[in-house]
């Protein structure tokens, strides 16, 4: 699980900026990240406009892929494309749900996480890896 203390919105083209420019490093499950890779892999994900708006939508309620597909404007195949990189990158997770008379849906939901980018924590991943401590 990953720590949040960025509120993402619906904010358009800007959300991008605003999501990313304030945090860099990771906590997962309680425990620094220091691997280049996983720092490397989660801001590609969070490079991609739609997929923060992904975040943001799931922020305000969970939804089923069909729901967030609808809301986003994209085919089944491609929000569940992004929503399975979301998953992947440990930024959404997902249940099943089933209710009364309806076949299973998969319910996704955001997860809480922190991304705080500054000189210092990536000298400090880089050094590590370097070092063979990553």
Request: glycine share 6%.
């Amino acid at each position: 699980m990953l720590f949040a203390s960025c509120s993402p919105t619906l904010a358009g083209p800007n959300i991008c900026k605003e999501f990313l420019i304030y945090r860099c490093y990771f906590i997962y499950d309680g425990n620094v990240s220091k691997k280049l890779d996983e720092v490397v892999s989660v801001m590609k994900v969070l490079a991609n406009p739609i997929r923060l708006r992904m975040i943001a939508s799931l922020y305000e309620s969970p939804k089923h892929v069909y729901a967030l597909a609808k809301e986003m404007g994209l085919s089944y195949p491609l929000a569940l494309l992004y929503l399975r990189s979301l998953e992947e990158a440990g930024l959404v997770e997902s249940t099943e749900s089933k209710e009364i008379g309806e076949r299973e849906k998969r319910v996704y939901r955001v997860k809480d996480f922190a991304l705080q980018i500054s000189p210092k924590e990536i000298a400090s991943i880089v050094k590590g890896e370097k070092s063979g401590q990553g």
